[in-house]
């Protein structure tokens, strides 16, 4: 048995595990795919301290820096049951084995919503992006489309407007979903073109980047063609939890809720990163957090387990 159990192995899972074993606990670290969306990135430009990495690079590093302690580190494993217990806590993995813990740290993450449109998968890192803190700057004084209307996606679009030279806001419904103040200070822009009931069919490319964006125009029928470099997907962030329902409590998007410690409703179960409800999804955020859920972790330990 294991006193933290990590599950899941992106930055923030890969910190608790780090932070953990440093406390000379016995750590284990379950994950579907260990590096998580890190894995999916090219240029990462805002890891603080690190100007310039890539994805790969920085999940192989996340890996051999929990490797340099002595955490069993359980790579392609998927679990699909929390069960609480009084003394220990349970995992259950998709392969039929039991994981047992005294304290258990979720760090699932999360997912982008793809429109999944012929070109978007081509063009991933090419011109296709998903967040715009990351990779806005990469369009400087292009021209872009942000897909979806809703507070992320005009966020976005206000965001990417003071960087690149044009954005077209495209939503699929007749009218924007966002704040009203939201919406107020997107029109205001002078760079900013938003067409509404339009669904996006297709990314075009040269084969190496994007060079347009194809949609349907819901209420005439029509299908337009739009020249630019990027399209950022703003249709949602999809945090990975299904498997967590009805155990811990999840806000109305589903992700875990957490305190200020990285406690969920839970006693012995904290969370971290993308999954939880803690704002911004980001690298080093979830870093923190990660060290932050095995910081109260050995703290629960120390509170509860007999020596
Ligand atoms: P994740 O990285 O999502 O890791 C989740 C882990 O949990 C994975 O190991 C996964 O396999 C595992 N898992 C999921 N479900 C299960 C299960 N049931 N059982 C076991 N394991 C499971 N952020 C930046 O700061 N800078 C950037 O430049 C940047 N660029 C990005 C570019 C792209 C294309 C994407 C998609 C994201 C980018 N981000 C960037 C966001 C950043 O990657 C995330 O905020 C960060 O990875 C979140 O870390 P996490 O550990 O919470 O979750």
């Known amino acids: ?132 803190h990351c990779d806005g700057p990469l369009f400087k004084g292009k021209r872009v489309a942000v897909v979806g209307g809703g507070n992320s996606g ?9 960087i690149v030279k044009h954005v077209t806001l495209i939503e699929f419904d007749s009218q924007l979903r966002a704040d009203e103040v939201l919406q107020r200070k997107l029109r205001s822009l002078p760079n900013v073109r938003i067409i509404v009931s339009a669904q996006t069919t297709e990314v075009l490319g040269d084969g190496g980047k994007v060079t347009g964006l194809v949609y349907k125009d819901r209420a005439g029928g029509d299908t337009h063609r739009l020249e630019l470099e990027g399209v950022f997907v703003q249709i949602g962030l999809l945090p990975n939890t299904e498997w967590l329902k009805g155990t811990v409590a999840l806000s109305a998007r589903g992700e875990i809720e957490v305190d200020a410690h990285g406690r969920t409703s839970v006693p012995g179960v904290f969370a971290a990163g993308d999954a939880t409800t803690v704002p911004y999804k980001q690298i080093v955020i979830a870093m923190g957090e990660g060290s932050k859920a095995a910081l109260s972790a050995f703290d629960h330990l120390i509170r509860t387990s007999a020596p």
């Open 154 to 162: 005009v966020e976005a679009a206000i965001d990417l407007a003071g």
């Open 1 to 132: 048995a294991f006193d933290v159990l990590v599950i899941g192995g992106g930055p923030a899972g890969a910190a608790a595990a780090v932070y953990a074993a440093r406390k000379g606990i016995r750590t284990g670290v379950a994950a579907e795919r260990f590096g998580g969306q890190v894995l999916d990135t090219l240029a990462i430009e805002n890891f603080i301290s690190v100007p310039y990495t890539e994805g790969p690079k920085l999940a192989a590093a996340l890996e051999q820096h929990v490797k340099d302690y002595s955490v069993d580190v359980m790579n392609l494993q998927r679990a699909e049951k929390l069960v609480p217990g009084k003394d220990m806590i349970e995992v259950q993995l998709a392969n039929g084995a039991t994981l047992k813990s005294k304290t258990v740290i979720l760090s699932t993450g999360a997912r982008w919503r793809q429109m999944n449109v012929p070109g978007e998968e081509q063009y991933r890192n090419k011109g296709v992006a998903y967040c715009p």
